[in-house]
C-alpha cells in the first residue's frame, strides 16, 4: 500500500510507543502493517496511541471501531482511569471503583510512598 505523508507522519509518532507497550516494531514495508496496527490498538491502553490508530484507519478508508459502545459504557462505571507520572514518563492505570465506601477517615488521606516506603506528614 501507498501511505500519504499524513500517515507516514502518524505512523512515525507510534514507532516508539507501540514497541514500549508492545515490543513489536513497525515497518512501513510490511503488507500486514494496517492489519497488524488495527490489532494492537485495541489492546493498547495509551489514548494517544488508540486515538492515532483511529485516524490512520480512517485516512486509509478501512472502517474501523475500538470497542462497542455497550463494553465501553458499563467499564466505566466500574473503572477509572488515572494518570500517572512514573520518571517523566504518562503512564494510565484504570482503578476499580468501590460499590460502596466504607473506609474511615483514617484510610481516606492519601499516602505518600517513597522509595516504597510510606512517608507520614
Not at 20 to 45: M, N, Q, V, Y
Request: hydrophobic share 35%; net charge positive.
Amino acid at each position: 500500500m501507498v501511505y500519504s505523508p499524513e500517515m507516514v507522519t502518524l505512523l512515525q509518532q507510534l514507532r516508539n510507543r507501540i514497541y514500549a507497550e508492545f515490543g513489536t516494531r513497525i515497518r512501513l514495508a510490511d503488507p500486514e502493517l494496517l492489519t497488524g496496527l488495527a490489532d494492537l490498538g485495541k489492546r493498547s491502553r495509551d489514548p494517544f496511541t488508540r486515538k492515532t490508530v483511529v485516524e490512520i484507519m480512517s485516512m486509509a478508508g478501512i472502517p474501523f471501531q475500538l470497542e462497542p459502545s455497550k463494553v465501553a459504557a458499563n467499564s466505566d462505571h466500574a473503572r477509572q482511569t488515572t494518570e500517572i507520572t512514573y520518571r517523566g514518563t504518562k503512564i494510565y492505570r484504570d482503578k476499580e471503583l468501590p460499590a460502596h465506601s466504607q473506609v474511615s477517615v483514617e484510610r481516606q488521606q492519601t499516602r505518600q510512598m517513597y522509595r516504597g516506603q510510606v512517608v507520614h506528614k
